[in-house]
């Protein structure tokens, strides 16, 4: 699936400025939000969407907002101990929007579930076998990437280093969306 995407970015991001626990609430948001959006690419939905420019122009501009956003709140979180006690990280609902925003999401997942059959004989198994394997995915990878930020926070302590990882963090966000565009 190639380079992160928005929200495995953002989910290293979260984890190194307010680590792994406070990131529970996000990381099962945005499992929630790639998800469904596995639902909506093994249903049809997607097609649905495509098949209107305007609604998935208005969806991409909410999207890119978002993201601003997110990279906005990592770059400018907290260090350290202050992190813990001064601000909130993002909740639930933040790694679901990100994850249903997603383009990257739909693009890579898209590819991943028409490129490949699993049962060629009965497209029903097929399909509960790709979305049995592809949650999987999902679940192992976003929580690795967590993880992964989390384990950093501990050496970022410092507010220069700190700071800059956040900047880092929120930049490959924006990178990955610029990316995932082209």
Not at 48 to 60: D, G, Q, S
Not at 76 to 93: E, L, Q
Not at 116 to 128: E, F, P
């Amino acid at each position: 699936m190639g380079s992160p995407g928005p929200v495995t970015v953002s989910l290293a991001g979260l984890g190194s400025a307010f680590g792994f626990r406070p990131g529970l609430p996000y990381l099962c948001g945005a499992m929630a939000g790639t998800g469904a959006v596995l639902l909506m690419i093994a249903t049809g939905v997607t097609a649905l969407l495509l098949a209107w420019p305007a609604v998935l122009t208005a969806l991409m501009m909410l999207a890119l907002a978002y993201i601003l956003y997110l990279a906005w709140k990592i770059a400018t979180a907290p260090i350290g101990h202050v992190a813990k006690s001064a601000t909130k990280p993002p909740a639930f609902v933040s790694g679901f929007a990100l994850a249903i925003a997603n383009p990257k999401a739909f693009a890579a997942i898209g590819a991943v579930y028409s490129g490949h059959s699993v049962v060629a004989d009965d497209l029903l198994l097929d399909m509960i076998a790709k979305l049995a394997a592809l949650t999987g995915v999902i679940i192992v990878s976003q929580t690795a990437w967590l993880a992964f930020g989390a384990t950093f926070s501990k050496f970022l302590n410092h507010p220069k280093t700190g700071r800059a990882a956040n900047i880092a963090f929120a930049l490959m966000l924006l990178a990955s969306v610029g990316l995932a565009l082209l």
